[in-house]
């Protein structure tokens, strides 16, 4: 299969699978309806089945595509640990204040998603990649796009809208974005319209899927710039996070 019907494949099994997984978590959502319902940015309740959802059809739609095993090692794992977070969560944020807390013998939901998803992006960088510093570049450019999707997850259609911006051009090198982009669009318009939010799990998975893409698709000097811009991005995250608050 070449590159544009791997691509369109990708898609639409990561479209299809998101609905339908979404769909069926509402239907029967898991531990009860209340469960599944947050307060978003307004006070508007919003429900939380696009995130799992979200993160099956990326996962899924990644099957089709060259590179399949990374993108879901890094993109289950990714969405473990977010919902690990979305579950246990607490009210601390950045990755000082959790470094800090484990320093004191604690172990955060936030340690848990830093330490388990760059774990999950190293495992994948090293199925992408053959030489160890690509494998490492590789895991931080995985972990670090989750990190930054999350970051920009703080407003309606954000974190979905970035996905797709994002992994457009990517999709010139490879058809792997092609997976988390139809996941993103399965979600967006629901997202917009404050019906459901991504949560950690969605945001996270979503974005180690598109790094994934990143990734494989990538040389030295590109899994470097990519890694180094992200490294940026996360030592400013608070900014980051504030523009992304800004209107549109």
């Given at each position: ?31 009860g ?26 996962a ?100 979905a ?77 608070d900014?980051?996070?504030?523009l ?5």
């Open positions: 299969m070449n590159n544009g019907r791997s691509a369109i494949a990708g898609f639409l099994s990561a479209v299809g699978t998101t609905r339908a997984v979404h769909g069926l978590l509402r239907r029967h959502p898991p531990g309806a209340p469960r599944w319902e947050r307060a978003n940015h307004a006070g508007r309740t919003v429900h939380l089945q696009a995130g799992p959802a979200a993160a099956a059809g990326a899924l739609g990644a099957v089709a595509c060259e590179g399949r095993g990374a993108a879901v090692v890094a993109t289950v794992a990714a969405a473990v640990c977010g919902a690990y977070d979305d579950v246990r969560g607490d009210h601390r944020r950045g990755f000082r204040a959790h470094l800090g807390a484990l320093r004191d013998g604690e172990v955060t939901s936030g340690a848990v998603k830093l330490f388990g998803i760059g774990a999950a992006g190293l495992v994948a960088g090293a199925l992408l990649k053959e030489r160890p510093l690509d494998r490492a570049l590789a895991g931080v450019v995985i972990a670090g796009t989750a990190h930054l999707v999350n970051l920009v997850d703080v407003r309606p259609g954000r974190a809208l970035a996905v797709l911006a994002l992994g457009a051009p990517g999709l010139s090198r490879g058809a792997l974005a092609a997976a988390p982009m139809g996941a993103a669009a399965a979600v967006v318009a629901d997202d917009l319209g404050e019906r459901v939010m991504l949560g950690d799990a969605g945001a996270h998975a979503l974005g180690a899927a598109l790094g994934t893409a990143v990734a494989a698709g990538s040389g030295r000097l590109g899994l470097a710039c990519h890694a180094a811009g992200l490294i940026v991005a996360a030592g400013f995250g900014r980051v996070s504030r992304a608050r800004s209107p549109v």
